[in-house]
T-cell receptor, first 116, second 114 residues
Framework: DAGVIQSPRHEVTEMGQEVTLRCKPI?????LFWYRQTMMRGLELLIY????????DSGMPEDRFSAKMPNASFSTLKIQPSEPRDSAVYFC??????????????FGPGTRLTVL | AQSVAQPEDQVNVAEGNPLTVKCTYS??????LFWYVQYPNRGLQFLLK??????LVKGSYGFEAEFNKSQTSFHLKKPSALVSDSALYFC????????????FGDGTTLTVKP
């Protein structure tokens, strides 16, 4: 397996533009997580899905952020409109739900977002 | 509720010396505990986990961690540090009754000097 795949790896955009980040989880994993990492705030969980259903979106900063998982192989995180304070590295991770929830998470390489 | 604390932002050790990166946790029930490592410009990578059984867990790259229930700790250790071990280390906890999200610590930067 290729691991968790994220695209794009780098994104530079201007304030007010829409940004869409993409993630392909590991095949067979039924949990998917979106995280944001910054120097100031560290690693933050934004939202997670189980079997394509959003379970907890309490970490989503505000209504400008939205996430979808239309099928088991694909998820998107959208920011509209983007702001400079959204600049961060965004990670997607997936995990198997077998073993009673004892599985570890597998992280993608991240998308480095810069909003000018 | 579940939480995890990494009391040290930075740990410095000399190559060849033993290293310890500390982690304490709080959960309502029994914990699943994890250590991850992050190298610059990379995603987090799994190192090891405690689920049940032997309190001493061995993982990748010669790392090990000891689960201590009475002290609610899960410290990461390695007998002999390498310069290549220099990275950011995260401890994470998940209550076994919570099948969903883990809670991550703030991370500890380990620097191993030659």
């Amino acid at each position: 397996d290729a691991g968790v795949i994220q695209s794009p790896r780098h994104e530079v955009t201007e304030m007010g533009q829409e940004v869409t980040l993409r993630c392909k989880p590991i095949s067979g994993h039924d949990y998917l997580f979106w995280y944001r990492q910054t120097m100031m705030r560290g690693l933050e969980l934004l939202i997670y899905f189980n079997n394509n259903v959003p379970i907890d979106d309490s970490g989503m900063p505000e209504d400008r952020f939205s996430a979808k998982m239309p099928n088991a192989s694909f998820s998107t995180l959208k920011i509209q409109p983007s702001e400079p304070r959204d600049s961060a590295v965004y990670f997607c991770a997936s995990r198997s739900g077998t073993s009673g929830g004892a599985g570890e998470q597998f992280f993608g390489p991240g998308t480095r977002l810069t909003v000018l | 509720a579940q939480s995890v604390a990494q009391p040290e932002d930075q740990v410095n050790v000399a190559e060849g010396n033993p290293l310890t990166v500390k982690c304490t946790y709080s959960v309502s029930g029994n914990p699943y505990l994890f250590w991850y490592v992050q190298y610059p410009n990379r995603g987090l990578q799994f190192l090891l986990k405690y689920i049940t059984g032997d309190n001493l867990v061995k993982g990748s790259y010669g790392f090990e961690a000891e689960f201590n229930k009475s002290q609610t700790s899960f410290h990461l250790k390695k007998p002999s540090a390498l310069v290549s071990d220099s990275a950011l280390y995260f401890c994470a906890v998940r209550d076994f009754t919570n099948a969903g999200k883990s809670t991550f610590g703030d991370g500890t930067t380990l620097t191993v000097k030659p």
